[in-house]
């Protein structure tokens, strides 16, 4: 089933187009990495996929009854709130109690248990996994963030990375998320799109995209470091799989290959 449709979306700041008659679907149970280098518009077109701000031209379609979350790439909290106040004055005024526990829930999963620090003296990265827990109070089918990891440390993106799993796998949760980070990209989405020059220049299974290593270096992209080792490897006349992205798979695939030598 298609949640969202974006059909023919052009989007130009002063003067200058930014996307150019770009149109996608996200289907039910997507897990969508968006990739382009940075300015490509790869906000730009979250926002306008969240609703957040109005296209240029063309039109965003969501099925009836699709509550969507967005996490904005820097989000701004305004008022002086603690980090429980901030995360549950995202949820519905009338079940805020109701939240509670789960909101503590989820900043605690996140790894952020000060729940009564002020959230305007929190660092970067506690900033933003409080505005990830804030996205996720309130239950909705597709989930739109941001650069999610980004600023983050290595525990904390593994944190994110692994709830964003979960909600996926608990609540079949469509997910679309913009990362400069491939490798965060190649252990999350089933489906990548990569934007260049106003367009979406490429849109398929991890293989696919990341099998096209010449159009994505092109573009100022590139693919998982670990795929270049492989790569190089097998150049060198190892017995290896084009489609190694992540370190577990390399891991497994370099224990075959030494237990066979
Ligand atoms: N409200 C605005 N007014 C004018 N220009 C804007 C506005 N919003 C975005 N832009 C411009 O559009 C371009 C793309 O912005 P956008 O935030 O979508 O980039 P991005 O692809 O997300 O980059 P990054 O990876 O660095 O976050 C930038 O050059 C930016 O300056
Ligand atoms: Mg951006």
Request: hydrophobic share 40%; proline share 4%; aromatic share 4%.
């Amino acid at each position: 089933m298609v949640l969202l449709s974006a059909q023919n979306i052009s989007m130009s700041y002063s003067e200058r187009p930014l996307l150019n008659d770009v149109s996608l679907f996200i289907d039910d149970s997507d897990k969508i990495g968006l990739i382009g280098i940075n300015g490509t518009g790869n906000s730009t077109l979250l926002k306008i996929l969240a609703n957040v701000e109005k296209p240029g031209a063309g039109t965003i379609t969501t099925a009836s009854g699709v509550r969507v979350a967005y996490l904005p790439q820097n989000p701004d909290f305004g008022d002086d709130k603690t980090v429980i106040e901030q995360v549950l004055s995202s949820a519905n005024p009338s079940q805020q109690e109701l939240k509670l526990y789960e909101a503590k829930s989820i900043l605690t999963k996140l790894g952020m248990t000060e729940f009564d620090k002020k959230v305007n003296l929190l660092s970067g990265g506690q900033k933003k996994r409080v505005a990830i827990a804030a996205a996720l109070i309130t239950p909705c089918e597709l989930l739109i963030l941001d650069e999610p990891t980004a600023g983050l440390d290595p525990k904390g993106r593994d944190e994110i990375l692994g709830e964003l799993y979960k909600l996926h796998k608990s609540y079949n949760m469509t997910i679309i998320l913009v990362s400069h980070s491939m490798e965060d990209v190649a252990k999350v989405a089933d489906r990548i799109l990569v934007m260049d020059k106003g367009k979406c220049v490429l849109d398929g299974t991890p293989k696919e995209i990341f099998k096209e290593v010449e159009t994505l270096e092109n573009v100022g992209l590139a693919v998982p470091q670990v795929t270049y080792l492989m790569r190089e490897l097998k150049k060198r006349g190892f017995e290896l799989p084009d489609d190694v992205f992540t370190l577990e798979q390399a891991k497994k695939e370099l224990l075959r290959i030494l237990a066979k030598n």
